[in-house]
């Protein structure tokens, strides 16, 4: 069974910092964390940073220069360190995976709140 488990959100000043993780249990062999996503009261869901299987990464323009997606491949775990964080930056943040030996398996974490206040 594939879990996805979130951790390290909380409530911080504008500025300040946050490094979320994001941990995989299930068959490792098969399932890879690829990205964090966050949506806010009101709005869709929306990518904030990817990552491939090769370490590739990818950032919404709103992340470019604030947010570091990285990968633990010994512990399965991604995380994303998020710095210069603004209010807007406010949102409940999910990480993704997919699954290479089930087609079309694609599954999500329970999500961890971050609030930024001004």
């Known amino acids: 069974q594939v879990e996805l488990v979130e951790s390290g959100g909380g409530l911080v000043q504008a500025g300040g910092s946050l490094r979320l993780s994001c941990a995989a249990s299930?068959?490792?062999?098969?399932?890879?964390?690829r990205g964090w996503y966050r949506q806010a009261p009101g709005q869709e869901r929306e990518l904030v940073a990817g990552?491939?299987?090769?370490?590739?990464?990818h950032y919404a323009d709103s992340a470019k220069g604030r947010f570091t997606i990285s990968r633990d491949n010994a512990e399965n775990t991604v995380y994303l360190q998020m710095n210069s964080l603004k209010p807007e930056d406010t949102a409940v943040y999910y990480c993704?995976?997919?699954?290479?030996?089930?087609?079309?398996?694609?599954?999500w974490g329970q999500g961890t709140q971050v609030t930024v206040s001004s």
């Open positions: 299930g068959d490792t062999n098969c399932i890879s964390v």
């Open positions: 993704d995976a997919d699954d290479i030996c089930v087609v079309g398996a694609d599954y």
């Open positions: 990552i491939t299987r090769g370490g590739s990464t």
